[in-house]
């Protein structure tokens, strides 16, 4: 199954359950990191999330995840134009989508070397789900509240 057919499947699953959270969401860069060891041992793969710091002209790590499955990796996303992941974190879906992507290979963590910019506990981090009734649709408010992004400083 193509990973487009797989969002559709999942967007369709998760719109027939009454009760599924799901979080969508924009960041500025979308990273696939393969990580080595200094014996060049092939060690893991991670998801990174970065947002533009307007303040310190400088990609800031959102979240990361770990890659445990294929399905997580990043997939070109024609509408809108850009790349999106998607997959299932503590049962809810996860949606982030970004305008830009990179592909590494490395033996130092682009994730933690960040940590020395913007400290972990300063991170936006990755939205938290609203839990919606199946019949309720959103109301303009809400829709404006959760298209809030906060600027990093």
């Known amino acids: 199954?193509?990973?487009m057919a797989l969002l559709l499947l999942f967007g369709v699953v998760a719109a027939a359950i009454?009760?599924?959270?799901s979080a969508d969401e924009q960041v500025d860069l979308i990273e696939l990191n393969h990580f080595f060891d200094e014996q060049g041992r092939h060690v893991f793969d991670q998801v990174i999330f970065y947002q533009w710091s307007r303040t310190h002209n400088r990609f800031h790590v959102k979240a990361w995840r770990l890659v445990k499955d294929p399905e997580q990796l990043p997939q070109k996303s024609w509408k809108p134009v850009g790349y999106r992941c998607v997959w299932h974190d503590d049962g809810i879906l996860?949606?982030?989508?970004s305008p830009a992507y990179r592909e590494t290979w490395s033996q130092v963590d682009p994730e933690r070397s960040n940590r020395q910019l913007l400290p972990q506990e300063q991170r936006i981090g990755l939205l938290k789900p609203v839990l919606r009734e199946p019949s309720k649709r959103p109301t303009a408010s809400e829709v404006a509240v959760s298209e809030e992004r906060p600027q990093l400083p």
């Open 1 to 3: 199954m193509s990973g």
């Open 18 to 21: 009454p009760d599924t959270q």
């Open 94 to 97: 996860r949606s982030v989508r």
